[in-house]
């Protein structure tokens, strides 16, 4: 069984720093994408950032590149996503997010919700200014 677990979140003034980790089981990162998505208040769920499990490449949306960085921890079961320069716009529900290794868009494997086999529950943050 996957399960994804999210953990991290929290309240942080503009221009600080948080580290979210996702704890998982019931796959390996070997034959796995996984990655984070967020949902803001009022707005669709958006892709943040994913790695692929077929070559190790890590993709970004527009928004969070330069600021935030994925990383996976493959004796752990941990992938984390470092968040720097936080904004108020950050401020959303994040979810971490699996699917099976697979050819999906030139944009990364875990670019839109609809390719998402299997989400966490989500871990909030808050960024006040």
């Known amino acids: 069984e996957v399960q994804l677990v999210e953990s991290g979140g929290g309240l942080v003034q503009a221009g600080g720093s948080l580290r979210l980790s996702c704890a998982f089981s019931g796959f390996t990162l070997n034959d796995y994408n996984i990655g984070w998505f967020r949902q803001a208040p009022g707005k669709d769920t958006e892709a943040v950032s994913c790695?692929?499990?077929?070559?190790?490449?890590?993709y970004y949306a527009d928004s969070v590149k330069n600021r935030f960085t994925i990383s996976r921890d493959k004796t752990k079961n941990l992938v984390y996503l470092q968040m720097n320069s936080l904004k108020p716009e950050d401020t959303a529900l994040y979810y971490c997010?699996?699917?099976?290794?697979?050819?999906?868009?030139?944009?990364?494997?875990?670019?839109?919700?609809?390719?998402?086999?299997?989400w966490g529950k989500g871990t909030l943050v808050t960024v006040s200014l």
């Open positions: 790695v692929s499990a077929s070559d190790g490449t890590s």
């Open positions: 997010a699996v699917n099976r290794k697979g050819s999906y868009s030139v944009h990364g494997p875990l670019s839109s919700p609809g390719f998402v086999d299997y």
